[in-house]
């Protein structure tokens, strides 16, 4: 059968019933059987078929682009934005184009050839820190939005949008909470002092809270990630972790700042016969669905990444639209307690 | 200090050297320390200093575009391919345009409306199922090619291009190991029958490893996705498991068709209190990092994810500018056997 000449009538027929039920069942309409129903929509699922108006409303993409820009596009976390602002976009149809920017790439140089392209309507800086200056940013000339990106400079400035957690807080609130537990050797998985993003950010917050613990921040429970292997992944903190297990001062809590650099450190403590909790505990930073489901569950921060990346577009969208400002805002995350930290005495 | 005026000369000045080792810092050059080397390369950094040249050679991205069409982008394991495939299409030069397809959409007619870009050189589908007349696909003016893509119909089709692996052979090998261990009821977590994808094919090698292990497939051992939640995802995985703990036929192992699914399968088995592999053996399929870095590693049937993403764009590009015929490229997996699988009498 040739898919598109395929009619209401062909599907009707197929199911044995009037067009008139294929419309209802289509339209989640009450007054149908739920049987019937159900055959009807295995038929048309099973044939492709589409119903002329949802064909109609296919809307014309050519139209306009929304770029995103991301640094450490291998984090699962990005990826999960990235997949949830794409909808989000489509939604508004736009299209979106995604470029990928290396860690030792300029973005806003990036961002300015990319402007060239003129159907572009707005961007998106995914990841990465941000560190330009106004008379750079002002050569933007379309909306811009910072998403989960660590601005060490912040410019109080209405040029642009950002969304963001706040990251030193955040961190802080998790360490501090291994500090209740009783915990005094912290060590943590960093990113190195050269990288100004969230890493730099994460580790002052645990900083201070140690501090406020009473505790003296130890450098040499500070670890910094391989720079021979991808930042922020599991493989590195997989790395880096059988280096602080080699160490004289094996710490009894080990903090990473991403989900995945914990969970590459999960696979080493276990690899080297210690037990989690028991012999270390190990908590992340996200809040990814990896760390939720890893056995045992990773305490993390939690990020609201939904609505994050949902925010992100909307924000974007009502300077685009609307014309209103440009605002910064910061959403809460959540500390989750999983079985991979424990109280010591 | 304003960035852009920043030149090497500054940031001679600033590390204390000539312009000379600026520049052999930059080029990799043999004859400089290596001391000096890395202060040059953290002050280039620190300033985000771009060599002249090498903004010179920023490509001009308003030129042309390649469309990537994903169905089911929650898999960690497209994720990883659109990273790839996102940077080798940068490497030519081009834009990336993604674009995720419902899995009730039509992706033939959202390409259909995405080829009104009248840049648009070449598109990608990736994930999913195709089951399309040779009419309808002769309608994208645009050369494509089908990646990880199951095609239940095979049209010796020279019209457009595919690669992947062959899902019912690599589903057959890892599934006539589990026979070979000893398993007799391996049940296996796969799509519902109305999903012609990769889902129907791993099934099949399932079904046709039993078989020629002289046992028969168990309809009571086959368990489809939870049509409420995400398929391929972990959460799913999660949900399924436990229905299968609660059934009266509990297996000794369970084959998932997708790792994310064998990792939540794992979650529900470890919190019921059983044991991974004393008690139930779990494999999965894709061969993704968190496969690896699950305790225990996951048995599974590894794609060559970077080799097919880096043929699916090369041969596009053969097909695009050499005007090479287009190919159909199968390529094998590997066995991967982890410790989430065991031997039984």
């Known amino acids: 059968m040739n898919m598109e000449t395929i009619t209401i009538k062909d599907i009707a027929r197929m199911c044995g019933v009037g067009v008139s039920t294929v419309s209802r069942a289509?339209?989640?309409?009450?007054?149908?059987?739920?049987?019937?129903?159900?055959?009807?929509?295995?038929?048309?699922?099973?044939y492709h078929y589409i119903p002329n108006n949802s064909a109609r409303n296919l809307k014309r993409l050519d139209a306009k682009v929304i770029a995103i820009l991301v640094k450490g596009i291998s984090n699962p976390f990005f990826m999960k934005m990235i997949k949830i602002m794409e909808s989000e976009i489509q939604k508004k149809k736009y299209s979106l184009v995604l470029h990928h920017v290396e860690m030792n790439e300029d973005e806003v140089d990036v961002a300015l050839e990319l402007i060239k392209e003129k159907r572009l309507r707005g961007i998106i800086f995914l990841g990465g820190y941000f560190t330009h200056t106004k008379e750079k940013l002002q050569q933007l000339q379309v909306p811009f939005v910072l998403s989960?990106?660590?601005?060490?400079?912040?410019?109080?400035?209405?040029?642009?949008?950002?969304?963001?957690?706040?990251?030193?807080?955040?961190?802080?609130?998790l360490v501090d909470y291994l500090c209740k537990m009783g915990h005094k050797r912290i060590a943590t998985i960093v990113a190195s002092n050269l990288d100004e993003s969230v890493g730099k950010l994460r580790q002052e917050g645990y900083?201070?809270?140690?501090?406020?613990?009473?505790?003296?921040?130890?450098?040499?429970?500070?670890?910094?990630?391989?720079?021979?292997?991808?930042?922020?992944?599991?493989?590195?903190?997989?790395?880096?972790?059988?280096?602080?297990?080699?160490?004289?001062?094996?710490?009894?809590?080990?903090?990473?700042?991403?989900?995945?650099l914990a969970i590459g450190a999960c696979k080493a403590i276990l690899e080297s016969g210690r037990k989690i909790p028991e012999d270390i505990s190990v908590a992340g930073f996200d809040g990814i669905d990896m760390a939720y489901f890893y056995s045992p569950s990773i305490t993390t921060i939690r990020q609201p990444i939904e609505e994050i990346a949902k925010?992100?577009?909307?924000?974007?969208?009502?300077?685009?639209?609307?014309?209103?400002?440009?605002?910064?805002?910061?959403?809460?995350?959540?500390?989750?307690?999983?079985?991979?930290?424990?109280?010591?005495?």
């Open 148 to 173: 989960t990106i660590a601005m060490t400079q912040k410019y109080q400035d209405t040029s642009y949008s950002s969304v963001s957690v706040d990251d030193i807080k955040e961190s802080y609130k």
């Open 26 to 46: 289509m339209n989640n309409h009450p007054d149908i059987n739920e049987e019937t129903k159900m055959k009807v929509m295995e038929i048309i699922k099973q």
């Open 311 to 345: 925010e992100t577009v909307a924000i974007l969208f009502d300077v685009l639209r609307k014309k209103v400002d440009h605002q910064h805002k910061t959403f809460e995350a959540e500390l989750v307690i999983g079985g991979s930290t424990r109280k010591i005495d």
């Open 207 to 260: 900083r201070m809270a140690l501090e406020d613990n009473g505790i003296e921040p130890d450098d040499s429970l500070i670890y910094v990630m391989n720079h021979e292997l991808d930042p922020y992944t599991m493989e590195n903190g997989y790395a880096v972790m059988n280096q602080i297990l080699k160490s004289e001062n094996v710490p009894t809590a080990v903090y990473a700042i991403s989900d995945t």
